[in-house]
């Protein structure tokens, strides 16, 4: 092991340290003490000054190391995307292949577009991703998971994913996560429809409410979540109220508007009241 050319200020403030409680043991220690107590203090003090010295030298220079690595990572995957992109447009060019052209087009059109997003802080996340990237997103919550609920009955509380979902939410709930759902509801056929979702996810600790589309004060046509206050989503739906691509944000002020927005739904909103259960006879 290479030993440092010159000691770092913590390792000659430890040192330092070590030396004058050693003075001051083997001074204050009874004659026949004096070696065994010096002994002891000193090696308190080099054990103290070594972990001074990894503590605020070494970890910091680990961590610097480890994130430069991962910089260098990135930075080979991004030449090895750039040269699978010039072979792939080589092999279409010396194929001549029209057809091939388009759609090698169409991926590095979706790519740029994707990675332009992404720089904003913005991704998106396509329909058929949705089913297990929602079980993602209830699982990233640590404090807080906020949420509308428009979307039909049947295109995601009675699907499997959809029971997945509801369950993990519960979890989150008993796992200290605040999770506030705002049901929006079309008429009282579907509030009916929607009784047994919001009995049980009310049971369970979720803070539910829910409130008519027709007394919104604003047109809603996607369901909305903020996550940590840190993730914003929105889920645009079909006018059928079917689920379609959904659009995230991380920066501040996106998520901030996506809270303003279900605030103005929570206006109208009231907190559901469990129906009581019916005695058994």
Do not use: C
Request: charged share 25%; no cysteine; net charge negative.
């Amino acid at each position: 092991m290479e030993l440092p050319d010159v000691l770092s200020f913590y390792e000659i403030l430890g040192a330092i340290g070590t030396l004058l409680s050693a003075i001051i043991v083997f001074f204050q220690s009874e004659r026949s003490a004096r070696n065994t107590n010096t002994l002891i203090a000193t090696l308190f003090g080099l054990l103290f000054t070594m972990l001074l010295a990894v503590r605020f030298d070494h970890l910091p220079a680990i961590r610097k190391q480890t994130e430069l690595a991962r910089k260098l990572s990135d930075l080979d995957r991004a030449d090895r995307l750039v040269n699978l992109a010039l072979e792939a447009t080589r092999v279409v060019d010396q194929s001549g292949e029209p057809l091939m052209r388009g759609i090698l087009e169409k991926r590095l059109t979706a790519l740029e577009s994707d990675l332009e997003r992404i720089k904003a802080g913005q991704f998106s996340v396509e329909a058929h991703e949705m089913p297990t990237f929602s079980l993602d997103l209830i699982r990233r919550a640590r404090s807080s998971f906020r949420a509308t609920s428009f979307v039909a009955l049947d295109e995601w509380w009675t699907t499997p994913w959809g029971r997945q979902y509801e369950k993990l939410n519960i979890d989150a709930v008993r796992q200290g996560v605040r999770v506030t759902r705002t049901f929006i509801i079309s008429d009282d056929r579907e509030f009916e429809r929607a009784r047994p979702f919001l009995d049980r996810q009310a049971a369970n600790g979720i803070e539910v409410r829910t409130v008519r589309s027709s007394d919104l004060g604003i047109r809603v046509t996607s369901d909305m979540l903020v996550v940590d206050g840190s993730l914003g989503g929105e889920l645009r739906l079909t006018p059928e109220k079917g689920m379609t691509e959904a659009n995230f944000f991380t920066r501040r002020r996106d998520v901030e508007n996506l809270e303003h927005t279900i605030g103005l739904i929570d206006v109208n909103a009231e907190p559901y009241q469990p129906a009581p259960a019916t005695p058994t006879p």
